[in-house]
């Protein structure tokens, strides 16, 4: 192999350039003899230059280049054999005649040993030495004609093994028993071998063993022309005793084979001789990975690493037909986590996703090899039991199942409960089709969870898809702010050092049609997942807005209102227009309009939410913590937003007399007092945790025990009766 540098050659050049006359030297210390033979040569079209003597002749030969020189053997100065030496030293490519008048056999042999191309005799005939010179100089040129071309080929070929080696792909030779007679450098990086090693040895050396029966036909290609293997993949096999994991990252390397049959060109046509084979080998392990991954992503769900529907489906699909041939029946099951939602919610997406992840894990370990565990989205998993004996079975399994998850999941210091329901189909009794089969056991998971959840339920035929009255309900929402059915009602928050009223939580209700007054629990998680809750939320601010505008119209003080913010709308890119579109349409004054926001919420999307409350703080416009104490709690972050009141959360409040409880409501409330935040406890109830809270100097308290949360127009009458101070009395009375 060689690295060395190489000079661009001019691999079209001819040797064309070789001069038309030939220059001849004579040499001579007879001048009568020189005389002769200028006159002759004159004949020709010799450029002629005489020297008389050997020491003239040594000072020709010095100053130019010969085609060819006739020399005297005998001359007194410097003898014949002495110029030949000189000539032998100087230009040994200058052919030599001696032209002599010593006749002995002896210095003929001296003079050609010395170099001399030719020897001629004096007196010599005239034509014959013409003749001789002649051929002397057609000789020469044919010679020097070949060192050209030996030349060039050898550039060619230093040329040649310079781009096979440096080439990216792995290029070779077989002879006819399909060992290797040539690798290039490229093998080195690409297999780990040392192209010592592999030459001599047989190509199945570097195939993978998946792929040996089609290298014999592929890699030692027999074929020559259009039928050759062409971007054909095969599986190479790297040193299995070279230990480079940067360069052979995995054992084995995808190459795009493009090979021919290399035959003898000599031999006729007819029965021209197999010599081997040549290929060049492409790379394409990373493209294959890459490929590999947009595979695998197309069938799995990324986050716990399990088939996904798809893949779920082609499972099932290829267990149908075998359990057909088989004659076993197979089952489908659904699961799904119940109350999933709210720890997610809760807690975050994080431990919302470590918490799948677990689950997943646990319900691996309930089944068998051959079992398929998919999860088909959310917190929705399907198993398929390839192969049963009976019913009995999948109940087994569904038993094993629901008691494994019903062991709590610690996460992140969270000690979290779950349960599931499980809905379970069985082919062939309740069909063999592959998405109905699915649907079915989903039925019958809905009907598992309308049942008391944390159980089995077999799919029966007329089973109805209870999953309908969560898309009814999706349906009526989508028509319910068209056709007014929303209501706000409004909860005071309440001074607890003078009794006043210092503002209202607005809390959303739907009138439905059929079903009455509906909490935001029973339809906000749709409108959430459905996204209607952007246009309903959009309705509340300016519900908000207006009801704001008519106190203000009606002389009642100013008290400030407080409105939920859901996920979606925080994240709509709209969020903060719409905000300040309702602002500027009620010419409200921005101090006078809270936002709550849960502390989860906040941390979702950290960085653009800044933003997003920044500009809204800038208008005047105030940000509440919701449920403070069952988020993040990491006043470092929070501190980062424009807060203006802490909401503790009710579930704090509601356990005031427990000693702990106390300590940590205290801590807030001392932390909050220390940011220079608004407090408010939130689900006060009673007298005795009142108390409590204006005992650790809570600023507002918010709850039942002064009022739940009234209509407007009850607010309204709050506001008018109670503008000063108030009075719980009146309000018992009035209740
Ligand atoms: P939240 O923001 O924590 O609202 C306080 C909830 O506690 C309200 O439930 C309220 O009626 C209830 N509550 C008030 N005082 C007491 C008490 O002394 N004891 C107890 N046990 N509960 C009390 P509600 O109205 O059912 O609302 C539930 C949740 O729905 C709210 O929780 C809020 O997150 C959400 N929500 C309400 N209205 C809206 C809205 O307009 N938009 C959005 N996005 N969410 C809303
Ligand atoms: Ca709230
Ligand atoms: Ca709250």
Known sequence: MSNEPIEPVELHSTVSSFPVRSRLLVVDDEPLILEGLTRLLATREYEVVTANGGCEALIA????????????????????????????????????????????????????????????????????????????????????????????????????????????????????????????????????????????????????????????????????????????????????????????????????????????????????????SYGVAKDVTERKQAEETVHYQAYHDLLTGLPNRALFRDHLGLMLAQAKRNQKPLAVLSLDLDHFKVINDSLGHAIGDELLLAVGARLRQCLREGDTLARLGGDEFAVLLPTLVSRSDVEHIGRKIIQVLSKPVYVKSHEIYISVSIGACVAPEDGDLIDSLIRQAEIAMYQAKSQGRSRLQFWEAGMQAPYSERMQIEADLRRALARNEFVLFYQPQVDTATGEVRGFEALLRWWHPQRGMLAPADFIPVAEEAGVIVPIGDWVMRQAGAQMAEWRKDGLPPVRISVNISARQLESPDFVDSIMRAVQVYSLDGNLLELEITESLLMRDFEANAIKLGRLSASGIRLAIDDFGTGYSSFKYLSRFPIHTLKIDQSFVQELDREENMSIVNAMIAMGRGMNLNVVAEGVETEAQRVRLQQMQCHEVQGYFYSPPVSSHEATAMLRQHVRGFDRAKQLAAS
């Open 61 to 276: 030969i010095g100053k130019q280049q010969f085609d060819a020189i006739l020399l005297d053997l005998g001359m007194p100065d410097l003898n014949g054999n002495e110029v030949l030496r000189f000539v032998a030293d100087r230009s040994a490519d200058t052919p030599v005649i001696v032209v002599s008048g010593d006749s002995t056999i002896d210095a003929a042999i001296r003079a050609l040993r010395g170099g001399a191309a030719d020897f001629v005799r004096k007196p010599y005939e005239p034509e014959e030495l013409l003749r001789r010179i002649d051929n002397t100089l057609t000789r020469r040129r044919l010679e020097k004609e070949n060192n050209h071309i030996l030349q060039r080929l050898q550039q060619s070929e230093k040329w040649h093994r310079f781009l096979v080696n440096s080439s990216p792909d792995f290029i070779y030779t077989l002879d006819c028993e399909g060992r290797f007679t040539f690798v290039n450098d490229r093998v080195e990086s690409l297999l780990g071998y040392r192209r010592e090693d592999l030459l001599g040895q047989h190509y199945s050396l570097v195939i993978h063993e998946d792929d040996i029966a089609r290298a014999e036909h592929v890699f030692n290609e027999r074929r020559a022309g259009d039928r050759s293997a062409r971007n054909i993949e095969i599986n190479l096999k790297c040193n299995p005793g070279v230990r480079r994991p940067r360069l052979m990252n995995g054992r084995c390397k995808s190459v795009e084979l493009t090979a021919t049959g290399m035959y003898d060109e000599e031999a006729s046509q007819f029965d021209r001789r197999f010599i081997g």
